[in-house]
């Protein structure tokens, strides 16, 4: 069964650095998301992306956030300059319609932690 | 404002008996409700959707009940297994993009 995949599991960084989280979307599927969940927290929304721009995006993806489809398979997620509060899982999700007819797949995640 | 909410964080119950897991929403202008099971270290999976034009929907061994009304969201899982233990979330769309809203979460525990 096809699967969103996402690397690194688990990032370990130190404030101010620049991160990269990346994800493989399930193949045929042209909706792209990602989310964040900060430890016993909700799911939160960060950015949709579709038509390789930026469908829509939340208060929390403020200008240290980047998204980027840079070839076929790909979807990254650039935080800029962590801080501690970027600590948080990160998944990344994708569906082949838009949400309201049909599901979004998530990816395992990717623990993110700022020190 | 839009809120997705639950209204225990917390829910223990028998191997074998039946689990209802509540929800309440409160944007009228959603249309689009999913239920997603958490296991721990793990992403959110897909359990059951509803659109708002339907009251029940059902899959295996779980149900999802829309109250429009009163902007309530239920999943019931019948013959509740110790496979079932995980957090379980609504979330809700508004239909004006992909985006969810998901709500806090309730912690399913499975006593054998």
């Known amino acids: 069964e096809p699967e969103v995949t996402q690397t690194p599991s688990h990032q370990v960084t130190q404030m101010g650095q620049e991160v990269i989280l990346r994800c493989v979307p399930i193949?045929?599927?042209?909706?792209f998301y990602w989310y964040r969940q900060i430890l016993g927290q909700k799911v939160e929304f960060l950015v949709s992306f579709y038509n390789n721009e930026i469908s829509e995006k939340s208060e929390i993806f403020d200008d240290q956030f980047s998204v980027e489809r840079p070839d076929g398979s790909n979807f990254t997620l650039k935080i800029r300059s962590t801080k501690l509060e970027d600590s948080a899982m990160y998944f990344c999700?994708?569906?082949?319609?838009?949400?309201?007819?049909?599901?979004?797949?998530f990816g395992p995640g990717t623990r993110l932690t700022v020190t | 404002g839009e809120s997705v909410g639950l209204h225990l964080p917390t829910l223990s119950v028998q191997e074998g008996d039946n689990s209802i897991i509540n929800c309440a929403y409160s944007n009228s202008a959603s249309d689009y409700f999913i239920w997603y099971k958490q296991e721990s270290g793990k992403g959110p999976q897909f359990i059951i959707d509803?659109?708002?034009?339907?009251d029940k929907r059902q899959g295996q061994r779980v149900t999802v009940l829309l109250n429009k009304t009163v902007k309530h969201l239920s999943l019931q899982i019948a013959a509740t297994q110790p496979g079932d233990s995980a957090v379980y979330f609504c979330?809700?769309?508004?239909?004006?993009?992909?985006?969810?809203?998901f709500g806090q979460g309730t912690e399913l525990s499975v006593k054998p």
């Open positions: 999700a994708s569906s082949s319609i838009l949400a309201g007819v049909g599901e979004q797949y």
């Open positions: 509803i659109r708002s034009n339907m």
């Open positions: 979330a809700e769309n508004d239909n004006q993009g992909g985006k969810l809203i």
């Open positions: 193949s045929n599927h042209l909706y």
